[in-house]
């Protein structure tokens, strides 16, 4: 009965393939997030989406698009993909948006990009 | 603009003594400060908040304070246990239009030893 999980768990990909990420939450929140955690281990948010409405789009290249197909779904699409787009995805869910209900992430995605 | 520092990467502490993790914060709009432990290969998990109208706030082994005037946080594990063993991030939070958003540090990694 896993909260948060993440599909895959592991990716190893070509330069210039486009892949996807899915994520999904059976806790029943109505916010969701996209993590991405770089090799310095910096966590930065990319992206959070309150009932299907995008709420902080911060300063990613266009080349990510996240899509949520209902509250429990928010998965990410990433095309043309470059070597610096190697790093852990972390998917995360909470009641509400704001920073006082707890964030609940999942498991990661670790992608490599060759 | 690391908005959000640790500064110690490691952490080795004897079992039953007491862990002192540390963090620093430069942005005087985060209003509210969190603490989340990561094992590997797992997602980061919420262990303790602390809101920037106090200065200490306790569960069980751990205790945050918030020393505002010195941009200033710390997580205090007493006493420590083997089971603590892993790496711990310090969160800050600030509203962003009608969100919120966390800046993590990038972690501190805590060895209990025996």
């Known amino acids: 009965d896993t909260a948060v999980s993440q599909t895959p768990k592991y990716l190893v990909t070509q330069m210039g393939n486009d892949k996807s990420i899915k994520c999904e939450q059976n806790l029943g929140h109505d916010t969701m997030y996209w993590y991405k955690q770089d090799s310095k281990k910096f966590l930065k948010i990319m992206f959070s989406?309150?009932?299907?409405?995008?709420?902080i789009n911060e300063t990613v290249p266009n080349r990510f698009s996240p899509k949520s197909p209902d509250k429990a779904h928010l998965n990410l699409h990433i095309n043309s993909l470059e070597l610096g787009d190697s790093a852990v995805y972390f998917c995360a869910s909470s009641q509400g948006g704001t920073s006082r209900k707890t964030q609940y992430f999942g498991p990661g995605t670790r992608l490599l990009v060759l | 603009d690391q908005q959000v520092k640790q500064n110690s990467p490691s952490l080795s502490v004897q079992e039953g003594r007491i862990s002192i993790l540390n963090c620093d914060y430069t942005n005087s709009m985060f209003d509210y400060f969190l603490w989340y432990k990561k094992y590997p290969a797992e997602g980061p998990t919420f262990l303790i908040s602390i809101s920037s109208i106090k200065d200490k706030n306790e569960d069980g082994r751990f205790t945050v304070f918030l020393n505002k005037s010195a941009k200033h946080l710390s997580l205090h594990i007493v006493p420590s246990q083997p089971g603590d063993s892993a790496v711990y991030f310090c969160?800050?939070?600030?509203?962003?239009?009608?969100?919120?958003?966390?800046?993590f540090g990038t972690g501190t990694r805590l060895q209990v030893t025996l």
């Open positions: 989406y309150n009932n299907k409405e995008l709420i």
């Open positions: 969160a800050a939070s600030a509203m962003t239009g009608t969100a919120s958003k966390l800046t």
